[in-house]
């Protein structure tokens, strides 16, 4: 990492003429461009791109990416992120053409191989999830809350077409993308208080409920790290009024193979193959959201989902009528799907629940080793990850949990999800992994506990060897640059 | 087991300093009574080895674009990956990074992000644009949302008809439960009218989306149409291709409000459908409600320019229920993809994928139009798309051609029931003379033979 300080941009090194030979020209018959494209659907000037060589582009690349800390390179304990090892093979295998060079139009029949594992990973997510029917067109656990609860919305208009159900209740604990969900989706968004351990407050969940009540929308593991053991209470109360449970499988990987959404209630819910079934988080993406529902709410999926002929062979199911359509073009985000099925077939049923059982024990192991010096708001035990505050040394020695994520960099892991859950405050969001060893989880801790006792002053400036120092956010935001210009 | 560090040893002493006897009791808070009491029945596990020969059997069993010459286009395309795309974006510093919420561990994401943003508008010609979207389709949607909430006007949505169909399908699902309506002015000879887009526009109509080239790969009146929808005060959201700002008019030229585009065609692979990049773009005026993620340049203590993420007010994990779009996640890969092939193309790499694709195109056209049985529909110019009305069954007369080792074009009868005797055919750079003369005589002798 950091073998250099700064790299020019891309336009800072263009230089007039200079260029990589990539393509030929055609070797069709040449006809005059005016008579192809007519004059006044030519452009005037070219598009003023930077003009490199191919070292050039080369160069510049490699060195941004020295820029990165990467879980190639770093422990990455960044909470509610899953940010595990991303297996090689799986990227080895996707790099073949017979993913890669797949058009999503041609015909079924000359793309039975995919379709095959794609039949497959449908089953796969169906019994993890405990729930009957999948769809994996969602391109991101965001767009799988979206999805659902479209389909809720729908199911809904066909079974109560007289009644009106408006609203979805969110705890205060949610990742910010479920009340905007809500929202896209057409509902009211009422918010259900937690409890002091961080916990759905039940009482306030009873007093929200109503016969307007569509769906709640509950993380389990939460954000806090912590199972809600009542949610089986929460789904009857739910199922007694005619109601809808969505979990948000932000945090399946604690509980793969020891409960499934389903048994505990859920009627819908969504993945994320990204974090629990380690596809590679592209410094952003891309995701994917497949989600799985209840028999009862299967005609309403998107479409296509891929099914299986009597013969044996796979086609794509354009669905029907009672389907909401579509959320993306095509069929779904295939090359992260593909990874996904590729880790669970690497598992298998003992494989998934070990996943399980090694995120909550390191976890709980990391929670052991660091809660004297940071208290862990949630108690002293946790699931996969768990919460802890740096309200007690922001009072005392002015270190906020800002400071303590950058000064981690120095130490070389990379900072926690900071100042957040929202209910936290000064919250340190950490979440291990099962693929990190008991030696990185000592010396993460190690290095915690050190910064705890550093100087305050110091850390306020921290990171300190990183190739830029604190950035200036609210001039960035402020006065916004968002392109170069010559 | 895969993938997991712990020995028996580390288990033994983690469980001790976590005081319990064993892993099992780490889930003490989950009730038995909905505990899974089973395996889950799910395949067995495979070593490295099992799974590449099963996983690399499956797909071989594809006939992709590898295997069969690809005249499929329809929004997704064949166009060439150089191998520095490929080379680059392999290395683990990015595609095991995340998005850089921390920005002083992650300035290589941010500055190919900030790269990115500025590409986008040398290439649109437009003012400002986002860390990427999900795909093309989406992206409309999105791109509708923006116009919505900037609120100026609530009242229906105006489509053109030959917009990608299934961009359509997204709009009206993203629509479904928020309202407005949707008005599609329908094709007419694989084109809109401008007339008849304007007569379609109200006073309160909250957006007009338009396709160019569009879905048939004509080349739409776009002045006129943009200009259409402008006159009346709603904004104009038009969607392109790419690879064809190396040769068309730019959409910052004749006064797009906001540009979103199919991004695959810049260095990202077929993959059946995904995952893609939703490319978006505006004017300086609706920056405030562009949905995403926003890389922004900026100073460190100690006065160096380097870049952060920002604007993030606008963003579901500030603004919560009161936000306008949900999106969360960007294609920070694809959209890293899409910079190299850009970086490594240049303008005159660009042009020439244009223009030799526009070449091909306009060959396969005159030699399909000379096959007996085949026919154009459409009169209008267009880019690198186009379609032959077919006169025997299309579908039969296309798996013929599949069996002579084409992929020979896409039915449109799946969206459009008056084209049920219609086939698009796409062309790029990458298919040669000979290739396009073997799928003339593909065509010919299917014909011949139904």
Known sequence: MY???????LFES?????????????????????????????????PPLPELSELDVVRHYTNLSTLNMSIDGNFYPLGSCTMKYNPKRNERLAGLPGLGEQHPLQDDST??????????????????????????????GAQGELTALLVAAAYFRDHEPDRKRTRVLIPDSAHGTNPASATLAGFETVTVKSDPRGLVDLEDFKAKLDDETAVFMITNPNTMGLFDPQIDEIARLLHDRGALLYLDGANMNAILGVVRPGDMGADLMHYNPHKTFSGPHGGGGPGAGPIAVRAHLAPYLPAPTVAKREDGSYYLDHGSEKSIGRVRSFFGNTGVLFRAYCYIRSQGPDGLRRIAHHAVLNANYLLSLVQDVYPVPGGTRCMHEFVASARTLAKDRGIRAMDIGKRLIDYNFHAPTVYFPLIVSEALMIEPTETESRDTLEAFAEALRAIAAEDPEMLREAPHTTPVSRLDEVKAAKTPVLRWTP | ?????????????????????????????????????????????????????????????????????????????????????????????????????????????LQAIFEY??????????????????????????????????????????????????????????????????????AVEGRVDP??????????????????????????????????????????????????????????????????????????????????????????????????????????????????????TREQHIRREKATSNICTNQG?????????????GPQGLRTAAESSARGAHYAAEALGAVEGLSPPFAGPFFKEFVVRCAKDPRAVLAKVGEAGYHGGVWLGRWFPDLADCILIAVTEKRTRAEIDGLADAYRRALEAL
């Open chain 1, 14 to 46: 263009s230089r007039p003429g200079r260029s990589t030979a990539i393509l030929p020209e055609s070797d069709a018959p040449a006809k005059p461009l005016d008579a192809m494209i007519p004059p006044e659907h030519q452009q005037q000037t070219p």
């Open chain 2, 117 to 186: 943003q500025t590409l986008i508008t040398q290439l649109t010609g437009m003012d400002v644009s986002n860390a990427s979207l999900y795909e093309g389709g989406s992206a409309v949607a999105e791109a509708v949302l923006m116009a919505l909430a900037v609120g100026r006007r609530s009242g229906k949505v105006v489509i053109a008809g030959t917009v990608h169909p299934e961009y359509r399908q997204v709009l009206k699902t993203y629509l479904a439960q928020i309202g407005p309506e949707i008005v599609t002015v329908p």
């Open chain 2, 195 to 312: 007339q008849a887009l304007a007569a379609a526009i109200e006073a309160d109509t909250a957006a007009v989306v338009i396709q160019y080239p569009n879905f048939f790969g004509q080349l739409e009146d776009v002045r006129a149409l943009v200009k259409v929808a402008r006159d009346q005060g709603a904004p104009a959201i038009v969607s392109v291709d790419p690879i064809s700002l190396g040769l068309l008019q730019r959409p910052g030229d004749y006064g797009a409000d906001i540009v979103v585009a199919e991004g695959q065609s810049l260095g990202n692979p077929l993959a059946f459908g995904g995952p893609y990049l939703g490319i978006i773009a505006c004017r300086q005026e609706y920056l405030r409600k562009l949905p995403g993620r926003i890389v922004g340049q900026t100073t460190d203590r100690n006065g160096k320019r380097c870049w952060v993420l920002t604007l993030q």
């Open chain 1, 111 to 140: 793309i039975q191989g995919l379709l095959a594992i794609l039949y497959d990973l449908q089953e796969h997510l169906a019994e993890i999830a405990g729930l009957e029917a999948v769809s994996l067109q969602p391109a991101a």
């Open chain 2, 1 to 109: 087991m895969a993938y997991i560090a712990n020995t028996p040893e580390d288990e033994r002493v983690m469980l001790d300093a976590v005081g319990l006897d064993s892993i099992e009791q780490l889930f003490d808070a989950v009730p038995s009574k909905y505990r899974l009491n089973r395996p889950l029945r799910v395949a067995p596990a495979l070593s490295e080895w099992e799974l590449t020969r099963e996983i690399a059997g499956q797909l071989a069993r594809n006939e992709g674009a590898d295997r069969r010459v690809c005249f499929l286009g329809a929004g997704s395309y064949d166009h060439f990956i150089p191998a520095v795309v490929d080379n680059m974006a392999a290395r683990g510093e990015f595609y095991t990074s995340y998005t850089p919420y921390q920005a002083e561990a992650s300035q290589g994401t």
């Open chain 1, 3 to 9: 073998k250099i300080n700064q790299q020019p941009l």
């Open chain 2, 333 to 345: 890969l694809l959209a890293l993809r899409a910079s190299i092939y850009l970086a490594v193309m």
